[in-house]
């Protein structure tokens, strides 16, 4: 990138399916990955006239725990408003999401950009909504005639939506946001997050602007005289967390060029492709008058108190960032031990377990690095040889 020239401006949409026992707004199972399609269903989730829904106190506080545990301020009333649009995994024609009055808001995120140098990502907002159904795209091998299947086991699923204001400057920090809230999420219980799943969904906004034409302004970029700010594209259809820093970086790239030969820049939807490493133009962006938002009329507007929100506090536990500056300071850890080993609950859980073992025949600070070095080393190596992810289903527990 000619960065002489052009600023580079991201923003954030990540979508964490919460990890609850029934659906958004109705009774269903959460339960759809690998199942029979079409069974965990109801009137409600297939969005059948007059069935009513009911919302999800669980997924409420879920959506809540996370504004806490991202330094949100809490709102004490829940409005949810309907989102329209004529799509068929989406069988009301409407998505009942969060609009005006997002449970949480302004709120960030502490990171390391590609200095090592800490990093805040300011964050908009976090609402609540419900997940849409399941499609999948096939070509009839005899005819060639292509046709699509719907699944409605995931329409309904409670979905939290996490919007960043536009304060990213690079692939990389996108990145590593990206991936913190994936920790942070896991370390909660509040989702197991496997993008392979569908259980996060990351999808970054991507402009570019002349230097010293624009600024940023209480969360906002806004053109300084009478420059013309370029439009935003939106990358969809990311399926890891490698590719949200290949996708951004292809889309600079991609910009810059079509400024540089002088194109007009238009607001579109992208998706990204892995096999060929490119986005490819799905569709005009929308905006916000697009959708009609309106209060949903069938949900009446939920009080949260300030005793609701202290219990749910309660919840938070020790998280990567702070576990890590801990593993710095307790045990003297370097800085890459202490990143790989906070990097996933599980292990840090079995990292101090053993520690607590040891020390009792041995100094903690030797306990600690004996520790870290069998796990870095040999449990990591049996992981990736086997292809085995650790977790609290094969790692043994001392009680």
């Not at 820093?245 to 030969?261: D, G, M, T």
Request: proline share 4%; aromatic share 8%.
């Amino acid at each position: 990138m000619n960065t002489s020239k052009y600023d580079v401006i991201i923003g954030l949409e990540i979508h964490i399916q919460s990890k609850t026992e029934s659906k958004m707004f109705c009774s269903c199972s959460t339960n759809y990955f690998s199942k029979e399609p079409n069974i965990n269903v109801c009137p409600v989730c297939l969005g059948l006239p007059g069935a009513l829904p009911v919302p999800n106190k669980r997924a409420i506080e879920l959506c809540i725990l996370l504004g806490l545990a991202t330094n949100c301020d809490i709102d004490n009333e829940i409005h949810f408003d309907r989102k329209h649009y004529f799509y068929p995994d989406l069988p009301k024609g409407y998505q009942i999401s969060q609009y005006k009055k997002p449970i949480c808001s302004d709120g960030y995120v502490d990171i390391k950009d590609e200095n090592n140098k800490t990093y805040r990502i300011e964050i908009e907002r976090i609402h609540q909504e419900e997940d849409v159904a399941k499609s999948t795209h096939h070509i009839e091998q005899s005819t060639g005639m292509e046709y699509s299947l719907i699944d409605y086991n995931k329409s309904g699923i409670p979905l939290i939506e996490i919007v960043t204001k536009p304060n990213i400057t690079s692939a990389y920090q996108a990145r590593e946001y990206a991936n913190k809230i994936r920790q942070i999420v896991r370390y909660l219980g509040i989702s197991d997050a496997d993008m392979e799943k569908g259980q996060m969904r990351c999808e970054p906004n991507i402009s570019i602007q002349e230097k010293g034409k624009w600024e940023y302004k209480d969360g906002k970029i806004l053109a300084i005289g009478e420059y013309q700010l370029n439009p935003k594209s939106e990358v969809k259809n990311i399926g890891s967390i490698s590719a949200v820093e290949k996708s951004i970086l292809y889309e600079i790239e991609r910009i810059e060029k079509e400024l540089e030969e002088g194109k007009k820049i238009i607001q579109q939807t992208r998706g990204w492709n892995a096999d060929k490493g490119i986005t490819e133009f799905q569709r005009s962006k929308e905006t916000a008058d697009d959708y009609r938002y309106m209060p949903d009329p069938d949900i009446p507007i939920i009080e949260i108190s300030d005793e609701d929100i202290e219990r749910i506090s309660e919840d938070i536990v020790e998280l990567p960032n702070e576990k890590k500056e801990r593993y710095l300071t307790e045990y003297s850890l370097s800085e890459y031990d202490s990143n790989v080993l906070t990097a996933n609950k599980n292990i840090s859980e079995y990292f101090e377990d053993i520690v607590k073992i040891l020390s009792t025949e041995m100094d903690t600070l030797k306990a600690a690095k004996a520790t870290s070095n069998w796990i870095t080393g040999a449990v990591f190596s049996i992981s990736n040889d086997n292809k085995i992810e650790i977790n609290e289903d094969n790692i043994p527990k001392q009680s």
